[in-house]
């Protein structure tokens, strides 16, 4: 059976209405957005597709108890290795649910290992967005870097495998979610020391969050 991730993509929306409403970050309801996790959270767990919370959905997620109300999409992850679970038959399971398939970035691993060695490329991330009731969300795949780090690449974030190989559970709104393990100190890596006080357009940068000793 094909996996979905196999397809070529140049990185580009396939639904006008998603990048409309991405690019315009209007306010989004925090309701529709849990549904669709939750939605996502379910079928991913029935295919053993191992999912976590990451980035601006994690943030909210660990820091109020809620989804942000104003971010532009949320994010999860999966480690590249269970790609080949995300078959057509998933999607077709997905599409069922009301979900559309918005966008496939799948330049290669060693596009990123350039980039993050300082050489240019025009390489695009590394993720697979979905979207439901004209709200998004990316599912960023972490792939192998060393025997020690695992990486994502928009922006080049390098983690200890620790953080992603020994999940653990938060419930949001009464659903069990996977989260990284030490996510506290995951996000100061990610976020800055300040990761606990909101503020408004703030973005993830490159890093490299080394394991707590």
Same mark, same amino acid.
């Given at each position: ?23 315009? !970050?209007?306010?989004? @309801?925090?309701? /529709?957005?849990?549904?669709?996790? %939750? $939605?996502?959270?379910?079928? =991913? ?77 025009? !390489?695009?991330?590394? @993720?697979?967005? /979905?979207?439901?009731?004209?709200? %998004? $969300?990316?599912?960023?795949? =972490? ?71």
């Amino acid at each position: 059976m094909s996996s979905l991730y196999d397809r070529e993509s140049t990185g580009k929306w396939f639904g006008t209405k998603y990048e409309r409403a991405y690019n315009q !970050g209007r306010l989004r @309801s925090t309701k /529709l957005r849990k549904e669709n996790l %939750s $939605i996502l959270n379910k079928v =991913f767990k029935r295919h053993d597709i191992k999912m976590f919370l990451m980035y601006g959905t994690l943030l909210g997620a660990v820091r109020d108890g809620d989804l942000i109300i104003n971010d532009r999409d949320d994010d999860v992850g999966i480690l590249l290795k269970d790609k080949e679970k995300f078959t057509d038959e998933v999607m077709s399971e997905l599409i069922d649910l009301n979900f559309e398939l918005v966008r496939i970035s799948n330049h290669g691993t060693d596009v990123r290992r350039k980039e993050f060695a300082g050489e240019k490329t025009n !390489g695009h991330n590394h @993720s697979i967005t /979905l979207g439901r009731n004209e709200m %998004s $969300i990316d599912i960023c795949l =972490f792939s192998e870097y060393s025997e020690n780090q695992y990486m994502y690449y928009l922006p080049t974030i390098l983690l200890d495998k620790r953080y992603l190989d020994n999940l653990e559970v938060l419930t949001l709104d009464g659903e069990p979610y996977n989260i990284p393990t030490d996510s506290k100190y995951l996000l100061e890596g990610i976020y800055g020391s300040d990761w606990q006080t909101p503020q408004s357009n703030k973005w993830c940068t490159s890093c490299n969050v080394k394991w707590r000793r």
